[in-house]
C-alpha cells in the first residue's frame, strides 16, 4: 500500500519522468534482492577458513587444494570463493 501511495504521491508532484524511473528500478532491486541469498560476511569466512586449515593441518600453499573446496563445501553455496581464497593465503602464506 505504501507503494501506491508513493506511485500517486510521484504522479501528482513535479517529479520528471527520468527521477520515477529511477525510483522505479531502485523499488525492483529492493524487491529481487529480498529473494537471493545472504552471502556470508567476511568474519565467518575467516573463521571458516581458520577452522578448516586446523582440521586438515595445512602449513603451506601447497595444501591449498585441500582447504578450499571443504571451505566452499562448509560455506554452502554462501561464500564468496575469492574472499575465501584470499583469507587462506593470508594463513597459510
Do not use: C, H, W
Not at 529492493?30 to 568474519?43: A, F, H, K, R, T
Not at 577458513?49 to 573446496?69: C, F, Y
Amino acid at each position: 500500500m505504501k507503494y501506491m501511495n508513493k506511485i500517486l504521491i510521484l504522479g501528482q508532484s513535479s517529479f520528471l519522468g527520468s527521477e520515477f524511473d529511477n525510483f522505479i528500478k531502485n523499488r525492483e532491486i529492493d524487491i529481487l534482492n529480498s529473494y537471493l541469498p545472504q552471502m556470508i560476511s567476511e568474519d565467518n569466512i575467516r573463521n571458516i577458513v581458520q577452522t578448516v586449515v586446523d582440521e586438515v593441518g595445512a602449513v603451506s600453499m601447497a595444501d591449498l587444494g585441500k582447504v578450499m573446496p571443504k571451505v566452499m563445501e562448509r560455506g554452502e553455496g554462501l561464500i564468496d570463493g575469492k574472499t575465501a581464497q584470499q583469507f587462506v593465503r593470508e594463513i597459510l602464506g
